[in-house]
């Protein structure tokens, strides 16, 4: 699939289904999607989720960039989302999610994962949908929101391969719901460096 924005094409994982419209891309994740490691050793299903999650990937261009998107799921259930991915093989990914919470409020969701999976909420965002960002600089990745004002900070980090075997895109998930739409629009890729993560400029 090749979204006008994006200078890579994007490949569906296996099972799920993408529309490209005029704006961007739009997908459904259906119940009992997501991508998650539990810490506790207890679960865990990282590469047997993502064949069942909704994943749209692709392999950036060399050296740093960002990558953003509006992003407006209908949260109807806990841990609805609509996600950027990270992802360099199933045990070494990342995702940045616009989630509905246990306490039934839109946030901004992160999580890292090598080999488990921690999970750390950001804000609370007061409207239907959210700006997120990913960048790659070198071989640290950073994840931005924006909050109306400018980006905020949401987290810095690294995971083995990322400067070189790095795949970025779009997950739908609907862990506890009957599933998941999502809107993915005004997406925008840069070739740039942020000067200052924490800032996000």
Known sequence: MHVAALPFDLHASEGSAWTLTSS??????PAGTDLFVDPSGLSGV?????????????TPPQGDFTLSARVTPDHRATFDAGVLLAWVDDTNWAKLCFERSPAGTAMIVSVVTR?????ANGFVVNAPEARIRLARVGNVLAFHAHDGDGWSFVR???????????TVGFEVQSPTGDGCHVVFDDIAFERRTLGDLRSGD
């Not at 990282?46 to 692709?58: D, F, I, R, S, V």
């Not at 810095?156 to 790095?166: E, I, S």
């Open 46 to 58: 990282a590469a047997e989720t993502l064949l069942n999650a909704h994943t749209l990937l692709g």
């Open 115 to 119: 080999g488990v999976s921690d999970d």
């Open 156 to 166: 810095a980090f690294t995971l083995p391969g990322v400067a070189d075997a790095l």
């Open 24 to 29: 961007g891309v739009e997908g459904t994740a």
